[in-house]
């Protein structure tokens, strides 16, 4: 069983920046995506990775703010989160997909974590 692992979540004020990370053993088996959920709201897809590194896709609400990137040696995906909004508030989730495509993209993710929250007040 795999089990990602978020971090970096916090309180910050509308325009801050937030670098969440997502940890997991096995890493380079898996594309990696960041979705999140508002309260009282489903959970939204937010970013995704392949496992090469050589593809990455975005929500649009989060186009030219967000930038997601991983490090396989360190078994590390990060959220680069910048000109965070009172609406980016959420918990952020990291999900692990096996695949075998080094580029490829998929959308259903077979492990999850528990969950980072964020906070943008404005």
């Known amino acids: 069983q795999v089990q990602p692992v978020e971090s970096g979540g916090g309180l910050v004020q509308a325009g801050d920046s937030l670098r969440l990370s997502c940890a997991a053993s096995?890493?380079?088996?898996?594309?990696v995506g960041w979705f999140r959920q508002a309260p009282g709201k489903e959970r939204e897809f937010v970013a995704i990775?392949?496992?090469?590194?050589?593809?990455?896709d975005y929500a649009d609400s989060v186009k030219g703010r967000f930038t997601i990137s991983r490090d396989n040696a360190k078994n590390t995906v990060y959220l680069q989160m910048n000109s965070l909004k009172p609406k980016d508030t959420a918990v952020y989730y990291c999900g692990l997909k096996f695949t075998v495509g080094a580029n490829a993209l998929p959308r259903g993710m077979d492990y999850w974590g528990k969950g980072t929250p964020v906070t943008v007040s404005a």
């Open positions: 990775i392949s496992r090469s590194a050589g593809s990455a």
């Open positions: 096995g890493f380079t088996l898996y594309a």
